[in-house]
Each structure stands twice: as structure tokens, then as C-alpha cells.
């Protein structure tokens, strides 16, 4: 769906597959007003905006902005490491928590109050990185009972490190009730293409 992806600059975690490093500093971005964001959306008038990092929920503005873009007549979703509560997000906005996997390096900040905050129209993703970190997701799967048609569970393989193949043989022998997701702008544009 054409998109309009707002990118906040800054994230505290480091982990292991990350595949926008050029937005972890704090300073690599240009500083825009809120007011200036929600202008380009409009002028962009796509049917989806996306509002990923970084993290966005280090911002001390991200709720500001969430509120604001809830306002327009577009699907707006934030994409977050789920390291942060969801807790201030509006209702409508989608939340996409990115549970961290142990391949990640940093799963102990996991905020795991956001399973229970989580409603229908958000989704869990789970980027692994290894068998390991399929089966713990497995196991966290079946233990809080997720993988519903209203809040879907998305595995998604680390680029290079797991094979989409392999994942899906997993999934189908396990049954396990999740989607399997690529990086489709890596399978589109090449894994290097930045800004897509
Ligand atoms: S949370 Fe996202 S932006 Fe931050 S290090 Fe992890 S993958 Fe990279």
C-alpha cells in the first residue's frame, strides 16, 4: 500500500540485525515541527503513514505527533522495538510492538505490559535470527496465547541469516497461527537501498 514513512532519529538499543543503523544517533536526522510533518503528510495524501525509527517512543514529541496524525483521514501505524509502553499511544492509532527475540541482544527490554495493552488492529512482529530464536518465539507464542485474526503475529527472518524457506517449514510443522514476513524493500529495491 503506498505509504508515507516518517523516520524518528534516535534508538537506545543495539540490536544485532538492525538494518537502519544510520538512524540510531540522536542527531542524524533533520529537525522538522510538527505542524511541517503533518504538512507533507497531507501534501503526500497517501492512504497509509508509517511511524518508525529509531525508536519513536524515545521522542519526547512522539505522542504529540501520534495525536495529531490520528486526526487525518489516512490508516496511521507506529513501528516500535517494544522496549517502551504502548500505554500513551491514541487508540486508533495501529501499534506494530517489535517483541525483541534473544538473537536480538536485547530482549531483557522487552516491556511485556504491552501484551495487555495491545487491541484489535495492532500486530506483534518477531525478527529472528536464528532456529533458537524461532523456537523461543514458539514458545512465546503459545504461552500468552497470541496469534488471533485481530492482533497477528508476524515472523519475520533477519536478512542473511535465516532463510524464508526454512521458516515456513517450521511454521507448517509446528501450526503454529502467525504470518511469515519478508523485507519486501530489500526484496524489491536491494538490500543497500536506504530511504525505501
Ligand atoms: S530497535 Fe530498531 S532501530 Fe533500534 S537498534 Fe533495534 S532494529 Fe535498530
Known sequence: MPCTLIRMAGCPLRCSYCDTPQAIPTDSGNWLAIDAIIRRVRETNRP??????????AQRYCIELLKQLSGLDCIVQLETSGAYSIQAVPSDIHRIVDFKTPGSGEDQRNCMQNLELL???????????????????????????????????????AWGEVAASDLCEWVLKDGLPVRVQVQMHKTIWGPEAEGV
Not at 497509509?48 to 517512543?57: I, S
Open 48 to 57: 497509509l503513514v508509517l511511524v518508525t525509527g529509531g525508536e519513536p517512543l
Open 119 to 157: 487491541t484489535a488492529g495492532d500486530e506483534i512482529k518477531l525478527v529472528l535470527t536464528s532456529r533458537m530464536d524461532y523456537e523461543w518465539a514458539r514458545d512465546f507464542i503459545r504461552k500468552n496465547h497470541l496469534g488471533s485474526n485481530d492482533i497477528p503475529v508476524l515472523l519475520s527472518p
